[in-house]
Antibody, heavy 115, light 109 residues
Framework: EVQLLESGGGLAQPGGSLRLSCAAS????????MNWVRQAPGKGLEWVST????????YYADSVKGRFTISRDNSKNTLYLQMNRLRAEDTAIYYC????????WGQGTLVTVSS | EIVLTQSPGTVSLSPGERATLSCRAS???????LAWYQQKPGQAPRLLIY???NRATGIPDRFSGTGSGTDFTLTISRLEPEDFAVYYC??????????FGPGTTVAIK
């Protein structure tokens, strides 16, 4: 059974940092690209970032480029999102998901950016 | 970046009726790299359709997807009470950025 468990969310101040993690199980982690997708309160879905299976290629939405860094540890089957210089508009539930169309989702982790 | 537009924004229907949801891309999404998701309040999205017309595992056959290029449709043949939700399309062609449409709400009439 595929399981995705996001963690690391919480309250951060504007300009602050958070590191999200996503522990994956139930599939061959190294085989698949992994993604972060977010959803602001009451809003739609927004793709944030993608990393290739080997971790050598990354992509970012313009809204987070230069502030967020996606990475993965294939020995631990874990995906990360380092979020720096946080803004109020980064407030959202952050989900991790494998592949390019997202057939599995975690429960998400809530990030709130507020002073 | 490919922009997706969904219509209508909201549709009000009764159980048993047919729902037709549209998703239009600003340019060709390439070999039908188009997915549909259902999301209910407080839940993560659920994949319904990938590759424009392939139902995901466990999805009832009342859900069907059609289209190619820039115009795509999700049809729910007969609405069940559990189908009232928000539906998003997503394109995943060639390489990121991947984009989602703004969503269509299927509401109970």
């Amino acid at each position: 059974e595929v399981q995705l468990l996001e963690s690391g969310g919480g309250l951060a101040q504007p300009g602050g940092s958070l590191r999200l993690s996503c522990a994956a199980s139930g599939f061959t982690f190294t085989t698949y690209a992994m993604n972060w997708v977010r959803q602001a309160p009451g809003k739609g879905l927004e793709w944030v970032s993608t990393i290739s299976g080997g971790g050598d290629t990354t992509y970012y939405a313009d809204s987070v480029k230069g502030r967020f860094t996606i990475s993965r540890d294939n020995s631990k089957n874990t995906l990360y999102l380092q979020m720096n210089r946080l803004r109020a508009e980064d407030t959202a539930i952050y989900y991790c998901a494998p592949k390019y169309y997202f057939d599995y989702w975690g429960q998400g982790t809530l990030v709130t950016v507020s002073s | 970046e490919i922009v997706l537009t969904q219509s209508p924004g909201t549709v009000s229907l009764s159980p048993g009726e047919r729902a037709t949801l549209s998703c239009r891309a600003s340019r060709n999404v390439g070999i039908s790299y188009l997915a549909w998701y259902q999301q209910k309040p407080g839940q993560a999205p659920r994949l319904l359709i990938y590759g424009a017309s392939n139902r995901a595992t466990g999805i009832p056959d009342r859900f069907s997807g059609t289209g190619s290029g820039t115009d795509f449709t999700l049809t729910i043949s007969r609405l069940e009470p559990e189908d009232f939700a928000v539906y998003y399309c997503q394109q995943y062609g060639s390489s990121p950025p991947f984009t989602f449409g703004p969503g269509t709400t299927v509401a109970i009439k």
